[in-house]
Every structure is written in C-alpha cells, then in structure tokens.
C-alpha cells in the first residue's frame, strides 16, 4: 500500500463515507458505485468490513479515528485484544521486545506498553505500511518496523532482547495444525538461534495443538497458557525461560465479557496423581470452561472443588451444595427426562431451550430433531454419560 493510498483513505471524505456507511450492505454498495471520490469501491469496503470486524474484536481500534484495516484473512488471522491484554499481562517489564511475525500488530502493540523499546518485524510490506500507521495513530512511538521474514532479521540483527515473541501460522490456511514444525517460520528450527538473542521466548500456537505435543517441541517451557473469550478456547501460549527444566505450570483462563478472568493452575503431574470421587448426578451440575478442558484438568478440578465427576470419561461434575466458585457453568437440575416429544412439552411450552450434550448417545443436532425443540429460551436440555445409565436432565442455569 503506496504513501499515496493511504493519504487518500485517510482524506476526510473517504473517512466520513466509511463511518456514515458502517451498517450498510456491502455488496449493494459495490454494485452502486464503481468509484467513490476517486478510489476504487473495493479499497473503501475493505476499511467498512474491517470496522465492523473490529468493533468487537479489537475496540480500542475501532474506538479510534484515523485506523487503517488490512485484507479480511490478516483481521481474522490476529489476536482480539482481549487475548493480547493476556499476553502482556503474562509477561516481565523489560527494555527491549522483538515481535519475529508482526502481522497487524495488534500483539506488539500492546507487548510494547510492557517495554522501552519494541521491534516489528513482517515481510509483507502493505501489511508493515498499515501498521507502522495505526501504531502511530494509537501514540505508540516506541516501535520499530522492519519489513523482512523472522529468518532474515535474525540473520541479520544480533541484538540481545528481553522478550521475543513468534506467532507462526500454517503453511496451507485451509490445513489443520498438529505439530509446529508444519508451521511457518519454523520455531523448531529457529528456536536454537532465538535462545542466542534472548532468555525469554513466548510463542503463540493454535488452540488446536496438542500441549505434550508442544512440550515435545519446544524447549525450556516454563508455563502454557490456555486462553479462552467466552467460554470460546482462542489460543496457547508456551512461555520458555532459557535453561528451565522444572514440571511447566499450566494456566487455564477464560475471560469473561472482558469484565474479569477465570484461572485455574495446574501441572501435568499434580492431574495425574489426582483422583475423582463418581456419582450419580445430584442437585448442581458443573461444566468446566473451554480453556480447563483443553488443558485437561479433570481429576484435579473435582479434588481442587469438592466435587464428585459424573464419569470417567464425562467431564461434567456435580454436588449437592453450590460452589460459587467454580471455573465454568453451574446448572441447577430440574428435572430427569427421556428425549420424547410430548413429555417435553410440559417443560417447554414454546417449544424452545439451550440444548448441550457430554458423551451422550445422541448429539445435538439429534437431539433436536427427535424432540422437536428448537434453540432458545432460558432453560437448559443436558444430555450426559453416567456411571449407571444415560441421562437427560432439565437445568437452570445458576452462573
């Protein structure tokens, strides 16, 4: 993205045009003009579109005037700030930081805040021109952009850095990712070098990576994290400190509304030498948050809460008084039901609930169909695997 281009989405009238057309349809706008002050419709709908994925994923970026977005796959592929807030909140202060895959800069951007200096690296230079802008107009001045691939600048650059953080990202997009070594750059092979340049290295994964599989490959692991929005797992971080060889700390935080955090700590070895009391389902059920599920707390947490677990193989606990606490869902049970439609309709007159299942024989897209229920409502159909038996419980949801 030239100088120029930029200068001209930023002039006032392509300005006032995207801010005025934020909730149109974008595709009756590229029908009805080919052209709008001079620049082609296409350009000024990728800044439309990027508001309006931004609003919720990034609002300090769409809270502030003057941003610049890049294609629709670079929005999708970097963190909300939410998730970015966690990093930087995870992290020493220090003097110097090096982002190896700067991407949208939304992860240096706020690491940055943490240090005196930071350094921006990205190979594709549109990508480094935007933000090099938005880094200027968010008043971060202690970044530096340098638009080459992670293997070039450390080539290159032999500083030492206090942090060095790497996002690496599949080679095919449409590629599901099991091991880093599929990934590009290669932190596998990179991280030998990266150890040369600093004691601190923080790498981002997909919250599809297996953790022992990450353990496997990477060295020095001093903690994963497991970050989830929502209840909605979005990445692991694997934290490494040069020369660490102790058990690595595993946390699992979901952030809730971006009001406040759930974080529960473990160890591998604490889960193994855990156990779990089973029992039939009592008066609270308890489902734990994306991020203890992918982390796989499951013994831990019920000896942790004082809570018996339904199965072994359904991670769902229960017990007979409220545990506030809990790091998840808590239902209060109802009533126990069989998947029949009529005797369903005493429960839901409208025809409408939540329906969730754990190790049940049928999902819930079958489960719907049978019963005929439809998503909505404020009740809850919860279908799970017992000790003794299968069941289907009528809930409330408690927190």
């Keep these: 993205m030239s100088i120029d281009l930029i200068q001209q989405l930023l002039s006032p009238a392509i300005q006032s045009f995207i801010y005025e057309h934020e909730h149109d349809d974008v595709k009756t706008l590229l029908l009805k003009h080919s052209s709008i002050e001079g620049l082609k419709t296409s350009l000024i709908v990728e800044q439309i579109n990027g508001r309006s994925k931004a609003k919720?994923?990034?609002p300090q970026y769409y809270k502030t005037p003057g941003i610049l977005y890049p294609p629709g796959l670079n929005l999708e592929q970097c963190s909300s700030e939410a998730t970015a807030k966690v990093k930087s909140q995870h992290i020493a202060k220090g003097m110097n930081m090096l982002d190896l895959t700067g991407g949208f800069g939304v992860d240096t951007y706020y690491l940055s805040k943490q240090f005196e200096n930071a350094t921006?690296?990205?190979?594709?230079?549109?990508?480094?021109?935007i933000t090099r802008h938005n880094h200027h107009v968010l008043g971060a001045k202690n970044i530096e952009h340098i638009n080459c691939t992670a293997e070039e600048f450390l080539d290159q650059d032999k500083r030492h850095y206090d942090l060095i953080f790497i996002d690496p990202s599949r080679r095919n997009a449409n590629q599901k990712v099991y091991k880093l070594a599929d990934c590009i750059p290669d932190i596998t092979t990179l991280q030998k070098t990266i150890f040369e340049r600093t004691d601190s290295l923080l790498v981002k994964t997909s919250p599809l990576l297996d953790l022992h599989q990450g353990l496997k490959e990477l060295s020095f692991v001093k903690d994963i994290i497991v970050v989830s929005v929502d209840?909605?797992?979005?990445?692991?971080l694997f934290s490494c400190v040069k020369g660490f060889r102790d058990t690595p700390v595993i946390k699992a935080i979901n952030i809730i509304k971006e009001e406040r955090q759930d974080l529960f700590s473990f160890t591998f070895s604490d889960e193994q030498a855990s156990s779990a009391n089973l029992s039939d389902p009592l008066q609270f059920l308890y489902e734990p948050n994306a991020s203890i599920l992918k982390a796989g707390a499951f013994k831990i947490l019920s000896e942790r809460f004082t809570l018996s677990k339904i199965h072994t193989n359904t991670h769902l606990y229960t017990s007979q008084t409220l545990m506030e606490d809990f790091p998840g869902r808590i239902f209060r049970i109802e009533a126990f039901v069989k998947p029949e439609e009529k005797m369903l309709k005493q429960y839901f007159p409208e025809g409408k609930v939540n329906i969730t299942t754990r190790n049940y024989q049928l999902t819930v897209e079958e489960l719907k169909k049978k019963t005929r229920l439809k998503d909505g409502g404020d009740k809850f159909l919860i279908g799970f695997n017992g000790i003794n038996q299968k069941y289907l419980v009528v809930a409330s949801r408690v927190k």
């Design 120 to 129: 921006y690296v990205e190979p594709d230079t549109d990508l480094l021109m």
């Design 231 to 236: 209840n909605e797992c979005k990445e692991v």
């Design 56 to 58: 919720f994923k990034l």
